[in-house]
Protein backbone atom coordinates (compact mmCIF):
# COMPACT_ATOMS: atom_id res chain seq x y z
CA UNK A 1 0.00 0.00 0.00
CA UNK A 2 1.33 3.52 -0.62
CA UNK A 3 -0.01 6.94 -1.36
CA UNK A 4 -0.61 8.95 -4.56
CA UNK A 5 1.31 11.76 -3.27
CA UNK A 6 1.91 12.67 -6.88
CA UNK A 7 -1.55 12.34 -7.95
CA UNK A 8 -2.66 14.92 -9.79
CA UNK A 9 -6.05 14.80 -9.35
CA UNK A 10 -5.33 14.92 -5.75
CA UNK A 11 -5.85 18.33 -3.24
CA UNK A 12 -3.00 19.69 -2.20
CA UNK A 13 -5.32 20.95 1.03
CA UNK A 14 -6.56 17.94 2.47
CA UNK A 15 -7.49 16.60 5.83
CA UNK A 16 -6.70 13.33 5.32
CA UNK A 17 -4.46 11.28 2.60
CA UNK A 18 -6.51 7.82 3.56
CA UNK A 19 -9.32 6.43 5.71
CA UNK A 20 -9.30 2.89 6.64
CA UNK A 21 -12.82 1.43 8.33
CA UNK A 22 -13.10 -2.44 9.72
CA UNK A 23 -15.87 -4.02 11.78
CA UNK A 24 -15.67 -3.48 15.68
CA UNK A 25 -19.02 -5.11 16.38
CA UNK A 26 -21.74 -7.09 14.89
CA UNK A 27 -24.92 -8.41 16.53
CA UNK A 28 -28.57 -7.96 16.93
CA UNK A 29 -29.42 -4.85 14.74
CA UNK A 30 -26.43 -2.99 15.57
CA UNK A 31 -23.13 -2.59 13.48
CA UNK A 32 -20.16 -0.69 14.47
CA UNK A 33 -17.40 0.66 12.31
CA UNK A 34 -14.56 1.78 13.24
CA UNK A 35 -12.62 4.56 10.89
CA UNK A 36 -9.40 5.87 10.61
CA UNK A 37 -8.13 8.80 8.66
CA UNK A 38 -4.54 9.04 8.39
CA UNK A 39 -1.89 12.04 6.73
CA UNK A 40 1.23 11.54 5.91
CA UNK A 41 1.14 7.77 7.69
CA UNK A 42 0.01 9.27 10.74
CA UNK A 43 -3.53 9.09 12.39
CA UNK A 44 -5.30 12.50 12.69
CA UNK A 45 -8.98 11.11 13.31
CA UNK A 46 -10.37 8.12 14.36
CA UNK A 47 -13.90 7.18 15.18
CA UNK A 48 -17.08 4.79 15.54
CA UNK A 49 -20.12 4.90 13.14
CA UNK A 50 -23.12 2.55 14.44
CA UNK A 51 -25.38 1.47 11.33
CA UNK A 52 -29.11 -0.25 12.37
CA UNK A 53 -29.77 -3.42 10.29
CA UNK A 54 -32.91 -3.47 11.33
CA UNK A 55 -34.10 0.07 10.49
CA UNK A 56 -31.48 0.53 7.48
CA UNK A 57 -30.38 3.83 8.52
CA UNK A 58 -27.67 4.68 10.18
CA UNK A 59 -27.74 5.93 14.19
CA UNK A 60 -24.38 7.65 14.31
CA UNK A 61 -23.17 9.15 10.93
CA UNK A 62 -19.56 11.47 10.55
CA UNK A 63 -20.35 15.20 9.62
CA UNK A 64 -18.32 14.94 6.58
CA UNK A 65 -20.26 13.40 3.68
CA UNK A 66 -17.53 12.36 1.58
CA UNK A 67 -16.42 10.05 4.61
CA UNK A 68 -20.26 8.76 5.20
CA UNK A 69 -20.07 7.74 1.92
CA UNK A 70 -17.06 5.98 2.32
CA UNK A 71 -18.05 4.34 5.10
CA UNK A 72 -21.71 3.53 3.43
CA UNK A 73 -19.93 1.55 0.00
CA UNK A 74 -17.45 -0.14 3.23
CA UNK A 75 -20.54 -1.54 4.50
CA UNK A 76 -22.21 -2.86 1.38
CA UNK A 77 -19.20 -4.29 0.05
CA UNK A 78 -18.71 -6.04 3.95
CA UNK A 79 -22.12 -7.04 3.98
CA UNK A 80 -22.31 -8.73 0.38
CA UNK A 81 -18.93 -10.18 1.07
CA UNK A 82 -20.30 -12.06 4.18
CA UNK A 83 -23.75 -12.81 2.61
CA UNK A 84 -20.96 -14.49 0.04
CA UNK A 85 -19.47 -16.22 1.85
CA UNK A 86 -22.44 -17.69 4.15
CA UNK A 87 -23.83 -18.51 0.77
CA UNK A 88 -20.66 -20.68 -0.71
CA UNK A 89 -20.79 -22.39 2.40
CA UNK A 90 -24.36 -23.69 2.46
CA UNK A 91 -23.82 -24.70 -1.13
CA UNK A 92 -20.32 -26.61 0.05
CA UNK A 93 -22.04 -27.99 3.08
CA UNK A 94 -24.68 -29.70 0.39
Known amino acids: MGYAANCTKLPAERSCDAVRFGVAAEGG ?4 LLFVCEAN ?28 KMAECYLESYRARKNQNSTSSTTDER
Not at 42 to 68: C, K, M
Open 41 to 68: HLPVEHGILEYDTARATWTSAHPDPRLQ
Open 29 to 32: ARMR
